[in-house]
């Protein structure tokens, strides 16, 4: 199976090339950066044509709303053109097996920045063998992440602050979301994918247009 692996919910977007669990080619860079320039890299850094794709895995976040909008965007177009598999994959989920890899153990907070003044926050307990979600991702204050820091708790996540007690700044891989999408089958339609937001979004219905009588 070779995966192609899109990872843009931080500042630091990734792609890569998993075959059989292996990472073969990957590439990264900031926000600036074109995707479609990640892409050309990796496949020419594998070697490999787009047309031997299997799966796009995408990191659903959460994160940046826009750039995971952005990796759902060139996903769903590549199904639609060639008929690829595709697999959403959390970014939080990510970042604790990310942990493992790194050889963190015991109880981890992973920490994403959720802008005005919350982070997105999950609890895991990551061992030797493996990762387990303990609490759910969700929305906390600045204050209780702060608490948790103080109380010498491991922080992990792209908005791990390095003068907290415990803290570890990671950034979700797009290697890691490979590996993960390799290990499953839960294939989804394109228009399927959706970031993971966790506060409710409420849209403005647009009145109808005036009709201004003619004089």
Request: charge should be neutral; include cysteine; aromatic fraction near 6%.
């Amino acid at each position: 199976m070779k995966i192609l692996a899109l990872e843009f919910s931080s500042a630091q977007r990734s792609v890569a090339l998993v075959t059989d669990g292996q990472v073969r080619a990957r590439a990264q860079e900031t926000q600036e950066n074109r995707p479609l320039a990640l892409i050309e890299a990796v496949l020419g850094g594998g070697a490999i044509e787009r047309e031997d794709i299997d799966c796009l895995a995408v990191g659903l976040g959460p994160g940046s709303y826009t750039s995971i909008r952005t990796a759902i965007a060139l996903a769903q177009g590549w199904q639609l053109a060639r008929e690829t598999k595709i697999l959403g994959i959390s970014s939080a989920e990510s970042l604790a097996a990310q942990a493992r890899a790194e050889k963190i153990r015991g109880q981890v907070n992973v920490l994403i920045d959720a802008q005005r003044k919350e982070f997105y926050l999950a609890y895991y307990e990551v061992s030797a063998s493996g990762y387990r979600e303990v609490a759910p991702l969700r929305l906390a204050g600045r204050e209780e992440v702060l608490a948790l820091a103080r109380a010498g708790e491991i922080l992990l996540g792209p908005e791990a602050m390095s003068e907290w007690p415990g803290a570890r700044r990671l950034f979700p891989d797009a290697a890691m979301v490979g590996q993960l999408a390799s290990q499953r089958t839960d294939y989804v339609p394109g228009e399927q994918l959706e970031p993971i937001y966790l506060r409710e979004t409420g849209f403005v219905k647009a009145p109808p247009p005036r009709i201004i009588p003619a004089v």
